[in-house]
């Protein structure tokens, strides 16, 4: 099953349970796919829907810190409860010790040697780990790796 009939099917669920803010989450993400859609033409293949979800978990957290700056903590349990349920649509986060085996994997394959070689590393990485790992600590381990 996709995730976007998995998508569907969560949001019958929510709808029996009453679950207002999973209904809204489910139905934003759900316009957010189909405007990607619209935008380019064609269906969404599922990895490309797990960058939409991707791009809106990255927006749940950035708001999820501005609420907290700002004292709001009944906003920001909403997007954290928001990031939750997006979170369980994308594929399972690797582990620290997961992403350093495989960028130095990629370090030893594209024989990436200096600062200079992190381009070539982080356009090998990257599709790997789509969904799996967050480009920021990445680009961060990749430095580290090759600095």
Do not use: F, W
């Amino acid at each position: 099953m996709g995730i976007q009939e998995t998508l569907i099917r969560d949001m019958k669920s929510s709808m029996k349970s009453k679950d207002k803010v999973a209904l809204e989450t489910i139905r934003m993400l759900r316009a957010q796919i189909k405007n990607e859609s619209l935008k380019r033409g064609q269906e969404l293949s599922d990895d490309d829907v797990i960058k939409v979800l991707i791009k809106e978990a990255k927006k749940r957290k950035e708001a999820l810190d501005l609420y907290q700056k700002g004292g709001r903590e009944d906003l920001a349990d909403k997007e954290t409860y928001e990031l939750k349920i997006i979170d369980s649509y994308l594929p399972k986060r690797l582990t620290q010790q997961e992403l350093e085996k495989i960028v130095d994997q990629t370090i030893r394959e594209a024989k990436g040697e200096s600062l200079r070689d992190m381009g070539k590393v982080m356009q090998i990485i990257m599709p790997q780990v789509t969904g799996r790992a967050d480009g920021k600590t990445i680009q961060e381990l990749v430095k580290k790796k090759l600095g």
